[in-house]
C-alpha cells in the first residue's frame, strides 16, 4: 500500500510554495535596495570631494525639488 505522506508533502509544496517565492524575493529586493542605497550614497560622498561636484549636486539638488513643487502642483490643481 502506498503511503499518504509524500502526497501530504506535495500539496504543502503546491499551496505553500508561491507563498515561500514571494517572501523570499521580497527580502532579496530589499537587500538589493538598501545595497543600491548604500551606493548611490558612496558615489554621492566621493562626487562631493571636487568643486565641480559639489556644484552638481547643488544642480541635482535643484532639479529634484523643482520637480517635487511641480508634481505637487499637478496633485493640488
Do not use: D, N
Not at 499518504?4 to 507563498?19: H, S
Amino acid at each position: 500500500m502506498k503511503s499518504l505522506r509524500p502526497l501530504a508533502e506535495e500539496r504543502w509544496l503546491k499551496l505553500f510554495f508561491p507563498i515561500l517565492l514571494r517572501a523570499l524575493l521580497y527580502s532579496m529586493g530589499f537587500v538589493v535596495a538598501t545595497g543600491c542605497l548604500h551606493a548611490v550614497g558612496i558615489g554621492v560622498g566621493l562626487i562631493h570631494r571636487w568643486p565641480w561636484g559639489q556644484r552638481l549636486l547643488r544642480a541635482a539638488g535643484a532639479v529634484i525639488a523643482v520637480a517635487g513643487v511641480f508634481f505637487l502642483w499637478r496633485a493640488i490643481a
